[in-house]
C-alpha cells in the first residue's frame, strides 16, 4: 500500500509540473481557448431521446446543467482524441437505452405520492444523460465507467479513474512536447488542464453503477444467461503490465468488437476485452 501511495504521489508530482511547464509555455495560444467548454450542453441524439423523457427533473438539472455534467464534458474531452470511433455502437446502444428507459417497474415516473422523494424515483441515469449530451468522447468514457463498474468495487473504480486521468494528462504534455506544431495540441492541452476531483470521479463511477444494475434488471434474462456462458470462459483481458495501458487497450478492443457485432462482421476473439463489452 505504501509504494502504490508513493507511485501515485509520484504521478501527480510529475503531472502537475508538466502541465504547469506546458501552461507557461503556451498560454498566449491557448487564451483564446479560455472559456468554460464544460457549461456546453448538445443536443442529444435521437436514439437516446427517450432517456431524456423519462429522467427526473432533479437528475435533469445535475446531468444538463450540474457536477455531472460537468464531468462528463471534463472527461470526454480529456479522451476524445484517442478513442475509435463506433458511430454503429453509439446508435445502437442508445436504442438498447431507450428500451432500458421505458420499462416501468426499474424506471418508475414519480407521482404526487412520492412528495420530496421524486427527485429520486427511477432509474440512475445522470452519467448516461450527461454523456448524451456532452459529445461522442463522452459517451465512450460513459462506456468506460459501465466496463469499470464491472470489475472493481466502487472505491477500486476511482482510484483506477484517478490513475487513468493522469496518466493522460501526461500523455497529452509528451505528445505536445514532442509535436513539430504543438498548438495543433491547444483543444487537448485545455482539456488536460481541468481538475476533476475524486469526489466527481466517484459520482461518475455511483451513477454508471447504478444504471447498469437498472439495465441487469431490465435484461435480467439475458444477462444471466451471458454471465453463465462468461463465467466458464477463461480467457485474460490483456497482457498489459501498465494500468493505464491494460485498461484503454481493453476499452477500445471493447469498443471496436461491439461496434463490428452491431454492423454484423465477422471477428475473431483474441482476449477478453470483447467479451466484457458483451456483459
Known amino acids: 500500500m505504501c509504494d502504490l501511495i508513493h507511485v ?3 504521478i501527480i508530482s510529475r503531472a502537475t509540473a508538466a502541465l504547469a511547464a506546458v501552461h507557461n509555455e503556451f498560454s498566449p495560444s491557448l487564451a483564446t481557448l479560455n472559456f468554460d467548454f464544460t457549461l456546453v450542453k448538445l443536443q442529444a441524439p435521437p436514439e437516446y431521446h427517450e432517456v431524456g423523457r423519462t429522467i427526473s427533473e432533479r437528475r435533469r438539472v445535475s ?5 455531472v455534467h460537468k464531468t462528463a464534458r471534463k472527461l470526454g474531452a480529456l479522451f476524445e482524441s484517442c478513442i475509435p470511433p463506433t458511430p454503429d455502437l453509439y446508435k445502437a446502444y442508445g436504442t438498447r437505452v431507450s428500451e432500458i428507459s421505458r420499462s ?3 424506471n418508475p415516473q414519480p407521482t404526487p405520492r412520492d412528495g420530496m422523494f421524486a427527485g429520486q424515483v427511477g432509474a440512475d441515469s445522470p452519467s448516461l444523460w450527461a454523456a448524451v449530451t456532452s459529445g461522442d468522447g463522452a459517451i ?5 465507467a ?9 472505491p477500486e473504480a476511482t482510484s483506477v479513474w484517478i490513475e487513468l486521468v493522469l496518466s493522460r494528462k501526461e500523455e497529452i504534455h509528451k505528445q505536445t512536447e514532442a509535436a513539430t506544431f504543438p498548438s495543433e495540441h491547444n483543444k487537448q492541452l485545455l482539456a488536460a488542464m481541468q481538475e476533476i476531483s475524486r469526489d466527481e470521479l466517484a459520482t461518475w463511477d455511483a451513477s454508471a453503477r447504478s444504471w447498469i ?6 435484461k435480467i434474462r439475458e444477462h444471466k444467461q451471458l454471465m453463465l456462458i462468461l463465467g466458464n470462459v477463461s480467457m485474460p483481458v490483456n497482457p498489459q503490465n501498465s494500468l493505464y495501458h491494460s485498461v484503454t487497450s ?3 478492443s471493447a469498443l471496436q468488437a461491439m461496434n463490428n457485432l452491431v454492423r454484423g462482421i465477422p471477428q ?3 482476449d477478453g476485452a470483447a467479451l466484457l463489452g458483451m456483459s
Open 8 to 10: 501515485m504521489a509520484g
Open 63 to 67: 446531468a444538463e446543467d450540474g457536477s
Open 104 to 106: 416501468k417497474p426499474v
Open 140 to 144: 465512450g468514457v460513459h462506456l468506460l
Open 146 to 154: 459501465c466496463l469499470l463498474a464491472r470489475i472493481w468495487p466502487g
Open 213 to 218: 444494475q437498472s439495465a441487469d434488471q431490465v
Open 250 to 252: 481493453a476499452w477500445f
Open 268 to 270: 475473431q476473439v483474441q
